[in-house]
């Protein structure tokens, strides 16, 4: 742990779903049809025999996040098998990468300004759905849908860094920022869920993982729960993994913390070293847009008072939008009527 001077310490590790048409390593389209178990075939269903083939988009659209966040990007990509016995990977196995990230050493500013280390960025596949009709605890069966296994995720590992629910809330907020800036993430039909590391100070930093944590909101009301919960038993806490059940609105134990380890990492020998060129990345900042930290800059140039800069900036449509009206009319004109007139019509 870096930093044991906050009261409560939080990292975070970010799944997030790329806004591919086909899965990581098949041709099965990522979102269509809803019937379970109709958008596979033998490569996502890991039978023997079927062999994965990389989707070049999927890694674009990684390698276009690593740049956004300031990572050093690897020279080459290489995927390990993560190896475990679930039911939601047939294979008992996910793609995924352990050795070596795509992106490591990274950062990303908050609203007022700190940075936040970001460890690493990689690639992997998303496992199925698992359905518990009776809730995660309750159930005495489990339904499983393959449709989403093999789905291009990146994960972005967070620095302990985060020291309150309130920052992680907004380090998820720039973070959608960056995605919605890139266009390699829809916000309506993408997936976007977290594992949260979290410890306090009266536990002695007892470290409590919680698992599969999806959508925005969820993230949030799960770490403001977790904090008060450990504030309030910090006497009992153990280091363990736990699961967030969005209903009740709780986290409740799974496991005691597993360790990298216990998965058994090795080299997936189905799929080829695959080299990043200093050729391709400068292709891929050809193209990619001016983000929002860039954006308000811009527009703090422009006589923009800071906060208005922000708010124009922080939806992608809206900053492209200002600066053609900018040039038509003032400038200050142009921001006092598209942040309060038009964002209040629109809603």
């Given at each position: 742990m870096k930093n044991f001077t906050s009261d409560v310490i939080i990292g975070l590790e970010v799944h997030i779903e790329l806004n591919t048409k086909t899965?990581?390593?098949?041709?099965?389209?990522?979102?269509?049809?809803?019937?379970?178990?109709?958008?596979?075939?033998?490569?996502?269903?890991?039978?023997?025999?079927?062999?994965?083939?990389?989707?070049?988009?999927?890694?674009?659209f990684a390698l276009k996040l690593c740049l956004a966040l300031n990572c050093e990007t690897s020279p080459e990509l290489i995927f390990s098998r993560k190896s475990y016995f679930y039911p939601d990977m047939s294979k008992n196995y996910q793609i995924s990468q352990y050795e070596i990230p795509l992106g490591k050493n990274g950062k990303l500013r908050l609203s007022h300004g700190k940075e936040i280390g970001i460890t690493r960025v990689h690639m992997e596949e998303d496992p199925a759905s698992l359905v518990h009709p009776s809730g995660l605890k309750e159930s005495a069966y489990v339904l499983v849908d393959y449709n989403r296994s093999g789905n291009p995720l990146v994960e972005i590992v967070t620095e302990p860094e985060l020291q309150s629910p309130d920052e992680a809330r907004d380090f998820m907020k720039q973070l959608i920022g960056v995605l919605n800036y890139l266009e390699i993430f829809d916000i309506n039909e993408g997936i976007i869920k977290a594992d949260a590391n979290i410890s306090i100070r009266e536990s002695g930093?007892?470290?409590?993982?919680?698992?599969?944590?999806?959508?925005?909101?969820?993230?949030?009301?799960?770490?403001?729960?977790?904090?008060?919960?450990?504030?309030?038993?910090?006497?009992?806490?153990?280091?363990?993994?736990?699961?967030?059940?969005?209903?009740?609105?709780?986290?409740?134990?799974?496991?005691k913390k597993e360790t990298e380890e216990d998965y058994g990492y090795i080299i997936d020998t189905d799929l080829t070293l695959v080299e990043i060129t200093d050729k391709w990345i400068r292709e891929i900042k050809k193209v990619m847009p001016e983000l929002a930290q860039e954006k308000i800059k811009k527009f703090i140039g422009m006589d923009i008072k800071r906060d208005d800069a922000e708010v124009l900036a922080s939806d992608k449509f809206l900053a492209n939008m200002f600066e053609k009206v900018a040039e038509e009319i003032n400038p200050l004109l142009a921001a006092k009527w598209l942040r309060r007139e038009l964002v209040r019509v629109l809603k």
């Open positions: 899965k990581l390593f098949c041709s099965c389209p990522t979102h269509g049809s809803e019937e379970p178990n109709t958008r596979t075939c033998p490569i996502c269903l890991g039978m023997p025999g079927s062999k994965p083939v990389l989707n070049k988009k999927a890694v674009e930093y007892k470290r409590v993982e919680i698992k599969n944590i999806t959508g925005f909101r969820e993230i949030e009301r799960a770490l403001f729960y977790e904090v008060k919960r450990q504030k309030e038993e910090a006497h009992k806490i153990e280091q363990e993994t736990r699961a967030w059940d969005s209903e009740k609105g709780i986290t409740f134990s799974l496991r």
